[in-house]
Nanobody, 127 residues
Framework: QVQLVESGGGSVQSGGSLRLSCAVS????????MGWVRQAPGKGREGVATIDSDGVKTYGASVKGRFTISQTNGQRTVHLQMNSLRPEDSAMYYC?????????????????????WGQGTQVTVSS
């Protein structure tokens, strides 16, 4: 089992930046596909970014070129650098981990396929 704890959320003005972090604990002896998923009030979950055990990264179309997912300390910490933020990016952001040795759209298009989830961190972007 894996535990995920997000941090780094907050409020910024449009065009600003935030860096989210996800602390991974529990069974870190194996590789996982990691990702960030967001959900705005009244909307479904949206895959934001993923990184697989080979380091291959995939991004949702709405954030590509603005957000960057990365890992440090092996897979024990996962980051999401968010630049050029827009009000439409406002949402609860969740860190997630999946067991399948698949990358890209497998998790990005269907975030419910992730097995483990953090509690979320709120991101609010004002105009």
């Amino acid at each position: 089992q894996v535990q995920l704890v997000e941090s780094g959320g907050g409020s910024v003005q449009s065009g600003g930046s935030l860096r989210l972090s996800c602390a991974v604990s529990g069974d870190t002896s194996r590789s996982y596909s990691m990702g960030w998923v967001r959900q705005a009030p009244g909307k479904g979950r949206e895959g934001v970014a993923t990184i697989d055990s080979d380091g291959v990264k995939t991004y949702g179309a709405s954030v590509k070129g603005r957000f960057t997912i990365s890992q440090t300390n092996g897979q024990r910490t996962v980051h999401l650098q968010m630049n050029s933020l827009r009000p439409e990016d406002s949402a609860m952001y969740y860190c997630a981990a999946g067991l399948m040795p698949l990358s890209g759209s497998y998790y990005l298009e269907t975030p419910d396929r992730f097995t483990y989830w953090g509690q979320g961190t709120q991101v609010t972007v004002s105009s």
